[in-house]
């Protein structure tokens, strides 16, 4: 299966690898989106850029406080979803 490590960068970039029975994943589709757990703000798209290796980079920079992102990575008819909070 897949699996995936998120976490944010020191710009607060949200940072993505997946792997697939572990092995890095070429051609992934990723979106994402960003919420505030109480609905503090308005949900937002986030766009991927990747950097090789199966790993992407968020191309925005997510606000300080507490995030969750729920997460949709594609290849063909694979698909694998994630919801990961972010602070």
Do not use: C, M, N
């Given at each position: 299966?897949?699996t995936?490590?998120?976490d944010?960068?020191?710009?607060r970039?949200v ?7 572990s092995?890095i994943v070429?051609?992934?589709q ?10 503090r ?6 766009r991927?850029?990747?950097l ?9 920079a997510?606000p ?6 729920d997460?949709?990575?594609?290849r ?5 979803r ?6």
């Amino acid at each position: 299966g897949w699996t995936e490590e998120v976490d944010l960068d020191s710009d607060r970039h949200v940072r993505l690898a997946l792997r697939k029975d572990s092995a890095i994943v070429d051609g992934v589709q990723v979106s994402a989106t960003l919420s505030h757990p109480l609905g503090r703000a308005a949900p937002r798209d986030v766009r991927f850029a990747p950097l090789g290796d199966g790993t992407f980079r968020s191309l925005d920079a997510v606000p300080a406080g507490r995030w969750r992102l729920d997460l949709i990575a594609r290849r063909g008819s694979d698909e694998a979803r994630y919801r990961t909070d972010l602070q």
